[in-house]
């Protein structure tokens, strides 16, 4: 049984104005200029630009896909695509025209290192768009991970002193989110439990002793 494929179809017209062609796709109509090189005024977005374009936002779809599928917490994802070519094909020198390398940086917010390098391969693998262009020029894929907001829940810096160490004999310790609620509850340890009135000037030497902790 023959393998059924689907088919995409888009229609560019000339809008009249040098230059400048009018894109229908699925009902939907977009503006794309000529740029410079063949003499157009290069305002809206550019051939060049759609294809990129194509590629970043495929990427970009495919990866949320997989990480769906996958389990993978992907709190944010931006895909930049660049590519480099010889302009001058373009106005007619005997230049290949063609584009010589594809730039990818895929930049993932929430995954792990390994969970990003197996988003990576569902772009390399799945995407319409990248699979074409890899065969027409290498692609350069950097993949950029950093953990997201709701990946740190749960893991917050704490404020921490030790008693022992502003020079009492005595395994307290004392922690907080900030310094002000360190010095708060040191004042009121040193009192019950030492009798101590806290002076500015033992305050100002519990601050230098404390330190950042994870909680």
Known sequence: MATQLATASVT?????LAGR?????????????????????NEEINPIDVLLSALATCGTFVCETAAGELGIPLEAIAVTAAGDFDPRGVCGES?????????????????????GQTLAEAFRT????????????????EIAVEPGPRSKKGVRKMKVVHCR????????VVRAETEEE??????????????????????????ELIRDEEA
Request: charged share 20%.
């Open 165 to 172: 160490d502003v020079g009492f004999d005595c395994e307290g």
């Open 182 to 207: 360190v010095l708060s509850q040191v004042a009121e340890h040193a009192r019950a439990v030492h009798d101590v009135e806290v002076t500015p000037e033992l305050a100002q030497q519990v601050k």
């Open 21 to 41: 062609a009018i894109v229908t796709a699925r009902g939907h109509h977009y503006i794309v200029d000529s740029p410079p090189p063949l003499g157009g005024p």
């Open 12 to 16: 560019s017209r000339l809008s009249g």
């Open 95 to 115: 230049v290949d025209p063609r584009m010589q390398v594809f730039r990818v940086r895929l930049a993932l917010t929430g995954p792990t290192q390994e969970q």
């Open 126 to 141: 799945r995407c319409p768009v990248y699979t074409t262009l890899a065969r027409a020029a290498p692609i350069e894929l």
